[in-house]
Nanobody
């Protein structure tokens, strides 16, 4: 099993920044990559960004490219999501997830483990 714990959510004004953290523990070696997803009120959960544990590449949804940066600290088994130039439409619960799949298909149904989420609220 893999345990994922998100932190860093909060309330900020539009244009501001937040950094989310995802601390992973357990059998992380059984997973290939970690991703961030988000779910706005009344909407489906969507992919935001992903990074393999190798750190060899990063993947982003078009809606966050150029504003969000995913990174990791392998020594701490922690993945970060730096979010800049935040917009009200970024308001959502942000989830960290891990997958053992290597096909880079970041659909949420392909993720094997999930955290409980952290709420991000952006005011206009």
């Amino acid at each position: 099993q893999v345990q994922l714990v998100e932190s860093g959510g909060g309330f900020v004004q539009a244009g501001g920044s937040l950094r989310l953290s995802c601390a992973a523990s357990g059998r992380t070696f059984s997973t290939y990559a970690v991703g961030w997803f988000r779910q706005a009120p009344g909407k489906e959960r969507n992919f935001v960004a992903a990074i393999p544990w190798s750190g060899s590449s990063t993947y982003y949804a078009d809606s966050v490219k150029g504003r969000f940066t995913i990174s990791m600290d392998n020594a701490k088994n922690t993945v970060y999501l730096q979010m800049n130039s935040l917009k009200p439409e970024d308001t959502a619960v942000y989830y960290c997830a891990a997958t053992g799949r290597i096909d880079k298909n970041w659909a949420d149904y392909n993720m094997d483990y999930w955290g409980l989420g952290t709420l991000v609220t952006i005011s206009s």
